[in-house]
Every structure is written in C-alpha cells, then in structure tokens.
C-alpha cells in the first residue's frame, strides 16, 4: 500500500506562484510514474504533469513553461513548481502514483489540495 500526501495549495494572486509537494510513503523510485492533475467543479480530473521514475516529464499544453515537476528522491517527494498563476489555474490539485507489478498495475491518489488564483 502507497500512501501519498499532498501539501501546499492556498490563495494566490495572478501572476505569482506556489509550490506544491506530494510525499509518498516508499521510495518514489519504486513507483512507475507519478503526476499532478486537477480538477474544477462538474469537470474531469485533468493531468497537469508527470515524471517517470526514470525522469522523463510532460505537461499539459495549458501549463508548458510555467510549471516544473522536480523530485527529490531522499525526501521521497514529488514537487509541482507553478509559476505565472492564472485564475484558470484554480482547481484542487492531486498527485497520483502508479506502481507496475507482474501482477497489474495499481494507482494511488493522495487527498486533494486547493489552490486559489485572483484576479
């Protein structure tokens, strides 16, 4: 069982920025692939970024250029850098981590952190 937890949401105004950080509970080198995605009232949950466990990123269109995905493999930590917010960006935000075994593949969501873009 992975536990993650996510951190770091709040209200910010547009333009600035805000870190947030998903902390899984085994080394993250263990797991396949983490993301961040988000999720607005009566729409889909969206993926925003992902890193590999071998370091290979993406992001989505909307947010090329502003936010990074970084780890840091000691803290076993996953990292969302967000820069330049929109008000478009408001969402909660949730990490996610997919582990690969013989025997199927497991997904894991951490709790949802709100992140708050004024205008």
């Known amino acids: 069982q992975v536990q993650l937890v996510a951190s770091g949401g709040g209200l910010v105004q547009a333009g600035g920025s805000l870190t947030l950080s998903c902390a899984a509970s085994?080394?993250?080198?263990?797991?396949?692939?983490m993301g961040w995605y988000r999720q607005v009232p009566d729409k889909a949950r969206e993926l925003v970024a992902a890193?590999?466990?071998?370091?290979?990123?993406s992001y989505a269109d909307s947010v090329k250029d502003r936010f990074t995905i970084s780890r840091d493999s000691a803290k076993n930590t996953v990292y969302l850098k967000m820069n330049s917010l929109k008000p478009e960006d408001t969402a909660v935000y949730y990490c996610?981590?997919?582990?690969?075994?013989?025997?199927?593949?497991?997904?894991?969501w951490g709790q949802g952190t709100q992140v708050t873009v004024s205008s």
């Open positions: 996610k981590g997919v582990v690969n075994t013989p025997i199927g593949r497991t997904e894991y």
């Open positions: 085994i080394s993250i080198f263990s797991i396949n692939d």
């Open positions: 890193i590999t466990s071998g370091g290979s990123t």
